[in-house]
């Protein structure tokens, strides 16, 4: 295997290959990476994510999977790095994390089999697919605002090529605390068989990126929590919450709301039998008084 990291490098954006504990650019240069300042691994002109994947994550929502994959798109403009901040827009609370992995592109690909679909990567990174489900109401069909808001749509830190995803653990870390943790071998649908399943109509070309689903326990964060997300093979993505300094304007568009679908979404698909209605000091023993 072999971990490619774009960073920036004396003001410009350079790519670089991972050599222990630094990171050599092809002119010779070094970077260690506790220092260097990390950049997405790729450049997309897409990124896709699947809704429902992971049969823990269709079991908390007491539900079934569709008898095939079903998408959301994520803005360009929502692309974020290692070590990036994640922005919660003043006026939400419900942001949740969703440690992932990506699937980046390296060849253009339309109309191929999933037999084929695996000479059409580059490799993989590790994502988190952030939801600020404050907009669920209003944006649950398109997730646009739910996933798409600058800054939710964290990857990195490389790109490993030559990484076999088979029965691969991944967790995601909240605080030093695990939050979830599962194999590849829950996915109902691989990786190839999702690069195969979009470019039928779709073409994908070379940086853009899938988001392959969530296992269960995504829960809500907040300002101030460090969420790394852990990929057997391809490293650990960190991101620190932010508050942001400007709320969501209430001149215009729906507002950000707090339904009991909202909060199911957010707590987990059992949310109402475990009678949580709001952010409890048991799910979160880190936290602060705003979450209690």
């Given at each position: 295997m072999t971990e490619y990291r774009r960073i920036l490098l004396d003001g410009s954006p350079v790519q670089t290959v991972r050599r222990g504990d630094e990171l050599v650019a092809?002119?010779?240069r070094v970077a260690s990476i506790d220092?260097?300042?990390?950049?997405?691994?790729?450049?997309?002109?897409k990124i896709i994510a699947v809704h429902?994947?992971?049969?823990?994550?269709?079991?908390?929502?007491?539900?079934?999977?569709p008898s095939a994959p079903t998408y959301f798109h994520k803005p360009i403009t929502a692309l974020n790095a290692h070590k990036g901040a994640?922005?919660?827009p003043d006026r939400c609370k419900w942001l949740n994390y969703e440690g992932e992995i990506v699937i980046v592109i390296g060849r253009t690909c339309r109309n191929v089999s999933p037999a084929e679909a695996g000479d059409y990567?580059?490799?993989y990174t590790v994502g988190n697919d952030y939801g600020l489900h404050d907009f669920r109401d209003t944006d649950a069909g398109s997730m646009l605002r739910v996933k798409g808001s600058?800054?939710?749509?964290?990857?990195?830190?490389?790109?490993?090529t030559g990484w076999d995803f088979r029965n691969k653990g991944i967790r995601t870390i909240v605080n030093g605390v695990v939050k979830q943790d599962s194999t590849t071998a829950e996915m109902e649908w691989d990786m190839h068989y999702l690069v195969a399943d979009i470019a039928r109509t779709i073409t994908l070309v070379p940086g853009d990126i899938l988001f392959s689903g969530t296992p269960a326990f995504s829960r809500t964060v907040y300002p101030g929590d460090i969420v790394e997300v852990e990929v057997e093979g391809l490293g650990t993505l960190s991101n620190t919450i932010v508050q942001g300094p400007t709320p969501i304007r209430d001149d215009c568009g729906a507002q950000p709301t707090e339904s009991e679908e909202v909060i199911s979404t957010a707590q987990g698909g059992d949310w109402e039998?475990?009678?949580i209605r709001t952010p409890s000091k048991d799910l979160y023993p880190s936290t602060v008084q705003e979450k209690a």
């Open positions: 092809a002119d010779g220092d260097a300042i990390h950049l997405p691994p790729c450049e997309p002109t429902l994947n992971y049969d823990s994550r269709t079991q908390e929502f007491m539900t079934k999977l994640v922005v919660r990567i580059a490799g600058d800054t939710l749509a964290p990857i990195g830190p490389g790109l490993v039998f475990r009678g």
